[in-house]
């Protein structure tokens, strides 16, 4: 157990992800400040509007350098390492502050069938929404992560598959946010060609005798 600064966002941020952060209260700018003097870490934790915290988030570190702006705001890229537990919100600093335990693993490895399904999802949904974005490796120990990571699904099922600690049923969500993500995407596809028609069906041709 120990005292993890935290970054409480409105975001979910998994394991390898790298997102950018712009810090304009002083009490984050300490807490960015601090880790890059120290090299440490900070939680970045899922908050909700009533300013709860979600139990499971992310260790991430300042992982492309450190711009600061005249006024005294951040910019940076946070990359997410290892997941924690929030056991309790804790007091003292400026900034938010709570002790932490790492997540436990279930021993439970991901089906492959459904490794193979996840990456075919993926790859139509790439396709279907014209996106140049890799494809990561399959062999890869952290395959589930660098695919999370590469799909915005919301943050709901995002955060579902940050807190889940078997593998196996982890591969299992992501299949399931993939084939939404692919049947969503299609349906607003269908939207776009419907509007470009002024939501009008062409008439059948006169000339063509049924």
């Known amino acids: 157990m120990e005292e993890l600064g935290l970054f409480p966002l409105p975001i979910v941020l998994v394991p390898t992800e790298r997102i950018p952060l712009h810090i304009f209260e002083p009490r984050y700018r300490e807490l960015i400040d601090e880790c890059v003097a120290t090299n440490t870490e900070f939680g970045l934790a899922l908050s909700t509007g009533d300013g709860a915290v979600h139990e499971v988030g992310t260790r991430a570190r300042v992982a492309d350098g450190l711009e600061v702006l005249e006024d005294g ?21 400026a900034f938010t502050t709570g002790l932490v335990e790492p997540l436990v693993y279930e021993d439970e490895p991901a089906d492959q069938a459904e490794l193979e399904r996840a990456l075919e999802l993926f790859g139509e949904l790439a ?9 990561p490796d399959p062999a890869s120990p952290t395959f589930d992560w660098e695919l999370s990571a590469r799909v ?3 943050v709901d099922p995002k955060q579902e598959l940050l807190a889940m600690t078997s593998p196996r049923r982890r591969m299992t969500g992501l299949v399931v946010v993939l084939e ?31």
């Open 73 to 93: 705001r951040m910019n940076t890229v946070g990359e997410g390492g290892e997941r924690f537990r929030l056991l309790e919100l804790t007091t003292g600093r």
């Open 127 to 135: 396709a279907l929404a014209e996106s140049d974005v890799d494809l």
């Open 152 to 154: 915005d699904f919301g």
């Open 180 to 210: 939404a993500s692919l049947e969503a995407l299609r349906a607003e596809q269908l939207l776009r060609e419907r509007a470009g028609r002024n939501g009008k069906v062409s008439p059948v041709d006169p000339d063509v005798n049924p």
